[in-house]
Protein backbone atom coordinates (compact mmCIF):
# COMPACT_ATOMS: atom_id res chain seq x y z
CA UNK A 1 0.00 0.00 0.00
CA UNK A 2 3.12 2.72 -0.03
CA UNK A 3 2.68 3.24 -3.40
CA UNK A 4 -0.74 4.94 -3.43
CA UNK A 5 -1.42 8.55 -3.00
CA UNK A 6 -4.41 9.25 -1.05
CA UNK A 7 -7.51 7.53 -1.39
CA UNK A 8 -8.70 5.77 -4.40
CA UNK A 9 -11.21 7.41 -6.70
CA UNK A 10 -14.76 6.79 -5.94
CA UNK A 11 -16.30 5.06 -9.49
CA UNK A 12 -19.76 5.02 -7.65
CA UNK A 13 -19.33 8.36 -7.30
CA UNK A 14 -18.31 9.18 -10.25
CA UNK A 15 -21.51 7.48 -11.79
CA UNK A 16 -23.71 9.14 -9.62
CA UNK A 17 -22.11 12.77 -10.73
CA UNK A 18 -22.29 11.68 -14.68
CA UNK A 19 -26.46 10.34 -13.92
CA UNK A 20 -26.81 13.40 -12.08
CA UNK A 21 -25.36 15.79 -14.56
CA UNK A 22 -27.02 14.14 -18.04
CA UNK A 23 -30.69 14.49 -15.75
CA UNK A 24 -29.93 18.29 -15.30
CA UNK A 25 -28.81 18.48 -19.30
CA UNK A 26 -31.27 15.91 -20.25
CA UNK A 27 -34.50 18.01 -18.02
CA UNK A 28 -33.54 21.50 -17.82
CA UNK A 29 -30.34 22.01 -20.63
CA UNK A 30 -26.43 23.20 -20.20
CA UNK A 31 -27.23 26.47 -18.27
CA UNK A 32 -28.92 24.87 -15.35
CA UNK A 33 -25.84 22.47 -14.95
CA UNK A 34 -24.08 23.99 -11.93
CA UNK A 35 -21.99 22.11 -9.09
CA UNK A 36 -24.49 23.20 -5.96
CA UNK A 37 -27.88 21.12 -7.95
CA UNK A 38 -25.33 18.21 -9.41
CA UNK A 39 -23.73 17.71 -5.48
CA UNK A 40 -27.62 17.67 -4.31
CA UNK A 41 -28.95 15.20 -6.96
CA UNK A 42 -25.54 12.72 -6.61
CA UNK A 43 -25.68 12.74 -2.96
CA UNK A 44 -22.41 14.28 -2.08
CA UNK A 45 -20.61 17.67 -1.37
CA UNK A 46 -19.29 20.71 -3.14
CA UNK A 47 -15.81 19.54 -2.22
CA UNK A 48 -16.45 16.40 -3.93
CA UNK A 49 -17.21 17.55 -7.17
CA UNK A 50 -14.66 20.19 -7.32
CA UNK A 51 -12.01 17.46 -6.85
CA UNK A 52 -13.14 16.35 -10.18
CA UNK A 53 -14.42 19.55 -12.04
CA UNK A 54 -13.67 22.70 -11.59
CA UNK A 55 -17.06 24.45 -13.68
CA UNK A 56 -19.91 22.84 -14.83
CA UNK A 57 -18.95 22.67 -18.65
CA UNK A 58 -16.00 20.22 -16.80
CA UNK A 59 -18.72 18.30 -15.62
CA UNK A 60 -20.02 17.66 -19.20
CA UNK A 61 -17.04 17.19 -20.69
CA UNK A 62 -16.66 14.22 -17.67
CA UNK A 63 -19.97 12.87 -18.77
CA UNK A 64 -19.03 12.75 -22.26
CA UNK A 65 -15.82 10.97 -21.70
CA UNK A 66 -17.90 8.31 -19.66
CA UNK A 67 -20.49 7.91 -21.69
CA UNK A 68 -18.70 8.03 -25.12
CA UNK A 69 -15.24 6.97 -24.28
CA UNK A 70 -11.53 8.10 -25.81
CA UNK A 71 -10.88 5.69 -28.73
CA UNK A 72 -13.66 5.31 -31.17
CA UNK A 73 -11.47 3.90 -34.11
CA UNK A 74 -11.65 0.13 -34.36
CA UNK A 75 -9.42 -2.06 -36.71
CA UNK A 76 -11.80 -3.97 -39.13
CA UNK A 77 -8.80 -4.73 -41.47
CA UNK A 78 -10.34 -2.50 -44.46
CA UNK A 79 -10.02 1.63 -44.30
CA UNK A 80 -13.24 2.39 -45.57
CA UNK A 81 -15.40 -0.08 -42.98
CA UNK A 82 -13.11 1.54 -40.36
CA UNK A 83 -14.29 4.59 -41.20
CA UNK A 84 -18.00 3.59 -41.53
CA UNK A 85 -17.95 2.25 -38.07
CA UNK A 86 -16.32 5.97 -36.78
CA UNK A 87 -18.95 7.86 -38.84
CA UNK A 88 -21.33 5.82 -37.38
CA UNK A 89 -20.54 6.12 -33.47
CA UNK A 90 -20.31 9.91 -34.14
CA UNK A 91 -23.90 9.64 -35.62
CA UNK A 92 -24.68 8.23 -32.49
CA UNK A 93 -22.79 10.63 -30.99
CA UNK A 94 -24.34 14.18 -32.22
CA UNK A 95 -28.05 12.25 -32.60
CA UNK A 96 -28.09 11.54 -29.13
CA UNK A 97 -30.44 13.31 -26.88
CA UNK A 98 -27.83 14.45 -24.27
CA UNK A 99 -25.48 15.50 -26.56
CA UNK A 100 -28.07 17.66 -28.08
CA UNK A 101 -29.12 19.45 -24.99
CA UNK A 102 -25.68 20.45 -23.91
CA UNK A 103 -24.09 21.50 -27.23
CA UNK A 104 -24.92 24.88 -27.86
CA UNK A 105 -24.05 25.27 -24.56
CA UNK A 106 -21.04 23.59 -24.30
CA UNK A 107 -20.00 24.98 -28.07
CA UNK A 108 -20.82 28.27 -26.21
CA UNK A 109 -18.43 27.63 -23.33
CA UNK A 110 -15.68 26.58 -25.01
CA UNK A 111 -15.07 29.79 -27.21
CA UNK A 112 -15.31 32.14 -24.50
CA UNK A 113 -13.62 29.82 -21.51
CA UNK A 114 -10.01 29.26 -22.55
CA UNK A 115 -9.50 26.65 -19.71
CA UNK A 116 -12.64 24.47 -20.54
CA UNK A 117 -11.86 24.98 -24.51
CA UNK A 118 -8.16 23.08 -23.30
CA UNK A 119 -9.53 21.17 -20.91
CA UNK A 120 -12.28 19.38 -23.47
CA UNK A 121 -9.79 19.49 -26.49
CA UNK A 122 -6.87 17.42 -23.51
CA UNK A 123 -9.70 15.54 -22.12
CA UNK A 124 -11.68 15.02 -24.87
CA UNK A 125 -10.89 15.67 -28.44
CA UNK A 126 -7.44 14.77 -28.85
CA UNK A 127 -7.39 11.30 -27.61
CA UNK A 128 -10.09 10.90 -30.69
CA UNK A 129 -8.21 12.85 -33.11
CA UNK A 130 -5.04 10.44 -31.90
CA UNK A 131 -7.33 7.37 -32.76
CA UNK A 132 -8.26 8.46 -36.41
CA UNK A 133 -4.31 9.17 -36.59
CA UNK A 134 -3.82 4.96 -35.15
CA UNK A 135 -6.57 4.15 -37.90
CA UNK A 136 -4.65 5.71 -40.59
CA UNK A 137 -1.41 4.37 -39.70
CA UNK A 138 -2.72 1.13 -39.88
CA UNK A 139 -3.87 1.81 -43.49
CA UNK A 140 -0.90 3.05 -44.40
CA UNK A 141 0.54 -0.67 -42.91
CA UNK A 142 -1.61 -2.67 -44.60
CA UNK A 143 -0.71 -0.43 -47.73
CA UNK A 144 -4.31 0.99 -47.88
CA UNK A 145 -2.98 4.75 -48.03
CA UNK A 146 0.37 6.48 -48.61
CA UNK A 147 1.58 7.05 -44.86
CA UNK A 148 -1.01 9.77 -43.67
CA UNK A 149 1.22 13.58 -43.41
CA UNK A 150 -2.49 15.52 -41.93
CA UNK A 151 -4.34 12.92 -39.67
CA UNK A 152 -5.81 16.24 -37.73
CA UNK A 153 -7.29 17.19 -41.41
CA UNK A 154 -9.36 13.92 -41.45
CA UNK A 155 -10.30 13.78 -38.34
CA UNK A 156 -11.78 17.48 -38.94
CA UNK A 157 -13.47 15.83 -42.27
CA UNK A 158 -15.31 13.28 -40.34
CA UNK A 159 -16.69 15.31 -37.30
CA UNK A 160 -17.07 18.69 -38.79
CA UNK A 161 -19.90 18.21 -41.14
CA UNK A 162 -21.85 16.36 -38.45
CA UNK A 163 -21.15 18.79 -35.97
CA UNK A 164 -22.41 21.27 -38.25
CA UNK A 165 -25.74 19.64 -38.52
CA UNK A 166 -26.05 18.46 -34.84
CA UNK A 167 -25.50 22.33 -34.49
CA UNK A 168 -28.02 23.81 -36.94
CA UNK A 169 -30.72 21.17 -37.14
CA UNK A 170 -32.24 23.23 -39.75
CA UNK A 171 -30.02 22.56 -42.25
CA UNK A 172 -30.53 18.53 -42.80
CA UNK A 173 -30.41 15.35 -40.83
CA UNK A 174 -27.19 13.36 -40.07
CA UNK A 175 -28.12 10.81 -42.60
CA UNK A 176 -26.95 8.27 -44.66
CA UNK A 177 -26.30 10.58 -47.95
CA UNK A 178 -23.69 12.57 -45.07
CA UNK A 179 -22.07 9.87 -43.55
CA UNK A 180 -21.10 8.49 -47.13
CA UNK A 181 -19.79 11.94 -48.27
CA UNK A 182 -17.32 12.09 -45.10
CA UNK A 183 -16.15 9.01 -45.69
CA UNK A 184 -15.62 9.49 -49.17
CA UNK A 185 -14.10 12.63 -48.49
CA UNK A 186 -11.84 11.35 -45.69
CA UNK A 187 -10.59 8.49 -48.49
CA UNK A 188 -10.16 11.47 -50.88
CA UNK A 189 -7.80 13.02 -48.43
CA UNK A 190 -6.16 9.96 -47.72
CA UNK A 191 -5.13 9.38 -51.33
CA UNK A 192 -7.40 6.30 -51.22
CA UNK A 193 -9.53 5.01 -53.81
CA UNK A 194 -13.24 5.82 -53.36
CA UNK A 195 -15.89 3.45 -55.23
Known amino acids: ?114 ELAEVFYARFMEPRRHSVAALLARAADRGEIPQPEHSDVISDLLTGPLLLRAALPPIGKIDDVLINATIDAALTACGAAVH
Open 1 to 114: MSGLRGRPRDTALDTAIANATESVLLSHGYSAVNIDRIAKMAGTTRAAIYRRAKTPGELVVALLLSRFGLDPASDTGNLRDDLKTIQELQRSFFTDPMVQAGLTGVLSDLRNDD
